[in-house]
């Protein structure tokens, strides 16, 4: 009775708004995961957001040890996600971590597994599969990079927190510049810009200047000055290669995340985009 309940709860709200939303969604919304064939995810659905067209949506993925589950309770991100008019899609890694290259333990090919869950978001949900922005905080800031490195389009933009590639840094990446907005802390500890040695020396996070190095010198920018832009707190620098978009942006205190910086990255890669709703 109670399972009944629910999916009528569920059938209601979507009901109004003539949706396309495929059975299984609404059997997972907000709290209840969407399992896919190799993990899962949690959705929160834009309020006032019809579903007779296709939102874009912001992917974020948990620092370390974290749960998805946290970063949908959060009502900051969810807050932003409504203010935006888009989905948020918060990813579980395998036991909290992500399997990144170079990084300490290896449980899933994380690469498929998101091609894996961004083919399950988009046939479940009324998702436009070229309007996805992944942002990970930490650990999943790390993740973010090496996603948007091996396949830029995978999502049509990123926005790494407190992470970026380990070492050994890769020599260059298969494929085109992402649009990629990065935020740093200049007084982080956990996740320093210059990097920091794990596990006795055996992992070492990698710098984050370095990390950008890697796509300035695969788009012939490394003699090229930056843009300087300076608003909300953050102090940023930017890059515009042939095809994307490269910007760092610091701010003055330590390891933290805010919402407000995902919705910033969000209103840049709209406008870099051309999107119009």
């Not at 869950?117 to 090496?146: A, C, H, N």
């Not at 890059?239 to 933290?256: I, M, Q, T």
Request: aromatic share 12%; proline share 6%.
């Amino acid at each position: 009775m109670a399972l009944l309940l629910r999916i009528l709860l569920i059938v209601a709200f979507w009901a109004p708004v003539g949706a396309s939303v495929s059975a299984e969604a609404l059997y997972c919304q907000n709290e209840t995961p969407c399992e896919t064939e190799n993990g899962l995810y949690y959705m929160h659905w834009p309020k006032g957001v019809a579903t007779d067209r296709r939102s874009g949506a912001v992917f974020f993925l948990h620092g370390h040890r974290g749960k998805a589950v946290n970063e949908i309770r959060n009502k900051s991100f969810k807050a932003m996600a409504d203010e935006l008019g888009v989905a948020f899609v918060a990813v579980q890694g395998v036991e909290g971590t992500w399997s990144f290259p170079n990084a300490p333990r290896s449980l899933r090919n994380e690469f498929q597994f998101f091609d894996e869950v961004i083919e399950d978001v988009t046939t479940r949900f009324p998702v436009d599969p070229q309007k996805l922005m992944l942002s990970g905080f930490s650990s999943g800031g790390f993740m973010t990079w090496y996603l948007a490195c091996e396949n830029a389009e995978r999502f049509a933009g990123y926005a790494p927190i407190a992470g970026a590639f380990w070492k050994p840094l890769p020599d260059d990446c298969p494929t085109t510049a992402p649009y990629l907005f990065h935020v740093h802390g200049t007084k982080d500890t956990v996740v320093p810009l210059e990097g920091r040695p794990l596990g006795g020396g055996r992992w070492h996070q990698g710098d984050v200047f370095e990390s950008f190095d890697v796509w300035r010198r695969q788009e012939g920018l490394l003699e090229t000055a930056p843009e300087a832009i300076a608003e909300g707190g953050l102090r940023c620098e930017r890059w515009a290669p042939e095809d994307g978009l490269l910007e760092l942006c610091l701010h003055e205190n330590g390891h933290s995340v805010r919402a407000d910086w995902l919705k910033r990255a969000w209103r840049e890669l709209e406008a870099a985009r051309g999107w119009s709703y």
